[in-house]
């Protein structure tokens, strides 16, 4: 009998390891959204959104993205109207996800959060508010528009942006960070697994950008009382810790800063500000591990299965030295977000968590143990870091040097901090998924009866984990078309200036010029999109409308 068993765990082990490595497979195709963005570099914006619309459109699970990614891909086109169309029905989706639906949530458990109607990230809503009112602000400059209506438009953005960041350093009590409880098998495998730092210094708290953008916006208008809130709540974001957070260096706080300074003293408002999104954020993917137990051990074994390209393998063990490194966070995260993995020899690592007699107990009582027994797939989602390119930005006026841009936003940390900070939860919630179907399994096995009650208990649980393998993939859905980064900068124009020169120099040695017409001496705002990632021959020029004050 114990060889019958012996041989069954070890036949049981071996069709789901192979059943594993077909179906992991299947997630190496790009996104749709992936591929949108590359039409859409190259200016072919017919064929990036009939990829949206094909991946996206008329899906209640994915309309959230479709609405995103069509929203960015008319404003790269300049149809702002449109831009806003799509983008205003993002917002109300967003909005009702507080509204979560239980079938759906009922579906999830036994699937994978891939499977779940997409609600979009936390950094999301500030991002659609800000395309919005610069959409607007861009509308208001076309002629015969009605200024004063699009200007105020563009002005509710910000005051519902700023509601929202209100309540968002409400929720995570600004930089102090809020603890969350959790349910008992949650806080058995976050005892299990542990992470080498908190969740808390990694979490979105406030937004440092749209609030300084919301002042120029106010200060542009006019309404300087309104314009020297947003801008010393800016300065403070940026001084106590969203510069370093977000490793922007020391110019946007001293800038805030200047413009609160300028704005209390009343002095004149004839600055010129160039806001420039730069290439594009980078690309979520799926990471695959493979769960097992050590009884004898009483221990955990985690192994990582590295999928993909040479580089998508170095970047798969980088992210696992993440996840379960003990060096210091912030060293390690420099290095992956600019892709320094240096020359990584990539080897069998396997990460053995012992759990000792008491832990190892109270996840035997809670059927974590027995979830195991087979061995489970657990896939979280990893980003693809991008070598940081950008030499310099510099902006010239009658071929003259005037100023530099400079980071005051990553949206290239954003995406990769909310990936870490989830990585361990998307591991706790895919393990609970398992157990949840294990025990489902052996309800139903024991209904029946049968001479060889092991046999089908263990092909239940052996069902389940092969269905897992199926359905349990990260979710790797995300609004592909942001910028890795945003530079701004303030200057007042020489005299008679009627076109600007925006160059960028990547550290290839490439430059990337984009021109930018002048068209009136009140022009105030410009939004330049520049991708990084085509060749010179390609590069079309993205330049929003220029705006201008009544």
Known sequence: MRFQNTFFQLFFKLLFLVSFLILAGCNLTPSANKLAIEYAEQGDFITAQKHIDNAYKGSSRDELLYYLESGMLSHLQQDYMQSNQFLENAKSIIEAAYTVSISDELFSAFTGASYKKYTGKVYHRPMIHTIMALNYAALASKPAANSTALYDSALTEMRQLDLYLEQLKRNTGGYGG???SLGNVEKILKAIFGQPFLKEDL??????????????????QGELDSARIQYERAAKAYKNGFSKQYQLGGHAQK?????????????PTDYF??????????QRKEFNLYLSVDESAQAIVITPIYLGTREERQA???????????????????????GDFGDVILGSVTKRLPLGESLWQKAVNEGIIDALKYGSRISVTYLQPHKN????????????????????YSVNLLTLYDALSNANMEIYTAISREILKAVTANKAINQFASPQPTLLAGLAQLTA?????????????????????????RVKLPQHTRELTLQTT????????????????????SHVRTFTGITAAATPNYLSSLTNMD
Do not use: C
């Open 316 to 338: 798969q063990f980088a992210w696992f030295n993440l996840m379960f490194s003990d060096t210091s966070l912030f060293d390690l995260i420099q290095n992956y977000a600019t």
């Open 178 to 180: 809020n603890q969350t």
């Open 273 to 282: 500000t160039l806001v420039q999104s730069l290439g594009v954020s980078p």
């Open 506 to 525: 990547l550290r290839s040695g490439r430059v990337i010029n984009q021109n930018i017409q002048i068209n009136s001496k009140t022009q105030t705002i």
């Open 255 to 267: 800038q805030a800063q200047k413009d609160l300074t300028r704005v209390v003293a009343e002095q």
């Open 389 to 408: 390119n950008i030499e310099q930005v510099t902006l010239f006026a009658n071929g003259q040097k005037i100023t530099e841009l400079h980071p005051f």
């Open 203 to 220: 979490e979105y708290k406030d937004d440092a950008f749209a609030q300084y953008l919301s002042g120029i916006l106010y200060e542009q």
């Open 465 to 489: 984990s092969v269905t897992n393998a199926v359905t349990a993939s990260a979710d790797i859905r995300q609004w592909q078309s942001l910028p890795a980064e945003i530079r701004v900068a």
